[in-house]
C-alpha cells in the first residue's frame, strides 16, 4: 500500500486502525483453528488429506470428509495473492522504470516477489486438485515440496541477498 499510494495507507492504517486490520486475520485462524475439521497426514501419499482413509479402498462417502472452509481458504489464495502479487510487481517494475537504472537489490526484490507467489500459487493449486481429483503420487510429493517451499520462503529471500 506504501508503495502505491501513501496517502491510503495512512487512512486505513494510521493509529489503532491497524489493530482493527490485526483482529481479521485473529478471527480467521480461530475458525480454522477450532471450528474446521483438520487436514490429515497421509502415510500412504505423504501429503495432507482431508479424507482420514484416502489411499485404503473400502465402500465410503468420499464426500463425507470435504473441507469446503480449506478449499474456499486455497483458492483464494491462488485469486488474492496472484493478483496482490502482480499488482506489487507492476508497481516495482513502475517505480524502477521511472529512475536511470534498476539497480541490482531492485531486480532481486522483484525477482523474490515473484518466487513467492508463484511457490504459494502452484503449492495451493496442487493441494486444492489433488483433494478431489485423481492426482498421480508424483505430483502430489510435487504439492508437499511446494507447500514446504512456500512456508520457508525466507530461504529463497535470502538467496538473493
Known amino acids: 500500500m506504501d508503495l502505491v499510494s501513501p496517502y491510503y495507507s495512512e487512512m486505513l492504517f494510521s493509529g ?3 489493530f482493527i486490520w490485526l ?3 485473529g478471527l480467521y485462524w480461530f475458525y480454522f483453528w477450532f471450528i474446521d475439521l ?3 497426514y497421509s502415510s500412504i501419499a505423504s501429503a495432507c ?7 485404503v479402498s473400502f465402500p465410503r462417502n468420499e464426500w463425507e470428509y470435504a473441507n469446503w472452509g480449506l478449499t474456499f481458504n486455497n483458492v483464494a489464495i491462488i485469486l488474492a495473492l496472484s493478483g496482490m502479487y502482480i499488482a506489487i510487481i507492476s508497481a516495482l517494475i513502475a517505480k524502477t ?3 536511470t537504472a534498476a539497480t541490482a537489490i531492485q531486480r532481486n526484490t522483484i525477482l523474490q516477489a515473484f518466487l513467492i507467489c508463484a511457490l504459494c500459487f502452484i503449492a495451493s493449486a496442487i493441494y486444492v ?3 478431489y481429483l485423481p492426482t498421480p503420487p508424483f505430483v502430489i510429493i510435487l504439492g508437499q515440496i511446494f507447500w ?3 512456508h520457508g520462503k525466507y530461504l529463497i529471500k535470502h538467496t538473493f541477498n
Request: hydrophobic share 35%; aromatic share 16%; charged share 15%.
Open 16 to 18: 489503532k486502525r491497524t
Open 23 to 25: 483482529c481479521l486475520p
Open 38 to 40: 483438520p487436514c490429515i
Open 49 to 55: 488429506f482431508f479424507d482420514p482413509f484416502f489411499g
Open 97 to 99: 522504470r521511472m529512475s
Open 129 to 131: 486438485s489433488m483433494q
Open 148 to 150: 514446504q517451499a512456500s
